[in-house]
């Protein structure tokens, strides 16, 4: 299992981004996969997710309505689109997967995870 994420960079407030990872060696159907965000001095914590069950998905309550998750499962890949940027969304940003229904919520109980990528978003 490879997962390769790019698309970060420094935006100002309000701007946008899309995010993208690149996932290998594995096939979707069976993976849940989404994506993790760490700040600085603080954890890693779950930003959103795609099942592999039954294609639910969820974000946590600090994205909902700005961020979108999507998969092209022809490309391999996911995205993360995060629009009307703020800058407590600075983070490195981290796509993951897991095998099975769900990400856990716990992102020391997830198994692959791709190289991050820094999201700067100043004022």
């Known amino acids: 299992v490879q997962l390769q994420a790019s698309g970060g960079g420094l935006v100002q407030l309000g701007d946008s981004l899309r995010l993208s990872c690149a996932a290998s060696?594995?096939?979707?159907?069976?993976?849940?996969i989404g994506w993790f965000c760490q700040a600085p001095g603080k954890e890693r914590e779950e930003v959103s997710c795609i099942s592999s069950k039954d294609g639910s998905i969820y974000y946590a309550d600090s994205v909902k309505g700005r961020f979108t998750i999507s998969r092209d499962r022809a490309k391999g890949t996911m995205y993360l689109q995060m629009n009307s940027l703020k800058p407590e969304d600075t983070a490195v940003y981290y796509c993951a997967a897991e095998r099975g229904a769900r990400l856990p919520e716990d992102s020391t109980r997830v198994t692959h995870w791709g190289l991050g990528t820094l999201v700067t978003v100043s004022s």
């Open positions: 060696g594995f096939t979707l159907d069976y993976y849940a």
